[in-house]
């Protein structure tokens, strides 16, 4: 997907997510992150709701799974629209992206709460009853829309691809890449990844670099950052805490990693995020 193309189509899901007030995100399997052309909002789970369930280690560890290679699976196997409920107690209404019988990604519109408050978790009642309400209706008159962005999407995936959008076409890369996304917090060493996928690591490291244009390694700093920016952003953990959650137990390596990749200090970046959030 050129950069212009995702630019447009970045800007159609903002003013979807503004006309019906309810977010509209679209993930692909062969994204293996969110690129330039897609604002993080438009790819990830960062309505309040969402993010004030990922505060919380315990409840963040049950999202990634669900956010990973588990929906490919469920996407693929429903095949049609379907609504999904999660472990907070939302619910989205997914559309699976297929070509070919094949899974390409999803577009999710939610979360919406239900009536009967089914949010399991007593301190986010507040941030629940804020969600809109799951009506049928309102998903039969947006599904229209949806199906002709799926379908221009499943086109964009089909053309070539450049400007940082990652296509994977080898199963073993894509094990390696949720695996990956489920362990980034440990110590995890190219060869764990490697014995996961059932590959050398010489092969491991040479097929990854094919597919994904990035090493393994790198994928790996990049992933651990995004999850830094989310804890410094949305949550008030400490910085040795956070360093120790996203595997970089040092706090001084942590920092000088962070700084790399963004250009600001841990501490820094969390005041200038919270600076611009501030009303």
């Not at 800007?11 to 006309?19: R, S, T, V």
């Not at 070509?99 to 399991?120: E, H, K």
């Not at 996203?246 to 700084?259: E, R």
């Not at 200038?272 to 009303?279: D, G, H």
Request: proline share 4%.
């Amino acid at each position: 997907m050129d950069t212009q193309t995702g630019r447009r189509i970045g800007e159609f899901l903002k003013a979807l997510q503004q006309l019906v007030g309810v977010p509209v995100l679209c993930r692909g399997a062969e994204l293996i992150r969110p690129t330039t052309d897609f604002a993080e909002a438009l790819f990830l789970h960062c309505n309040p709701f969402c993010m004030a369930v990922k505060a919380k280690e315990s409840r963040y560890a049950k999202c990634r799974p669900r956010e990973s290679l588990e929906l490919a699976v469920e996407a693929q196997k429903h095949g049609r629209p379907y609504l999904k409920d999660c472990h907070a107690g939302a619910v989205e209404w997914v559309v699976p992206l297929l070509r070919d019988q094949r899974y390409v990604g999803v577009l999710i519109f939610g979360p919406f709460r239900r009536a009967d408050d089914g949010c399991p978790y007593s301190s986010l009642k507040r941030e629940y009853a804020r969600l809109p309400l799951y009506r049928d209706e309102c998903v039969n008159r947006v599904q229209p829309i949806l199906d002709v962005l799926g379908a221009y999407l499943v086109e964009c995936r089909a053309c070539a691809t450049e400007d940082g959008t990652v296509r994977i076409s080898d199963d073993r890369i894509l094990r390696a890449v949720t695996y990956i996304e489920e362990h980034y917090s440990q110590s995890l060493r190219v060869e764990d990844v490697a014995n996961h996928c059932g590959m050398s690591r010489s092969r491991l490291v040479h097929v990854f670099t094919r597919e994904c244009g990035i090493s393994l390694m790198q994928h790996l700093t990049e992933t651990r950052v995004r999850e830094a920016k989310r804890l410094l952003t949305y949550s008030d953990t400490s910085l040795s805490d956070i360093a120790t959650a996203v595997g970089l137990a040092d706090q001084s390596y942590f920092g000088a990693v962070f700084k790399r990749h963004t250009g600001l200090t841990p501490r820094r970046y969390r005041t200038e995020e919270r600076r611009r959030a501030a009303p």
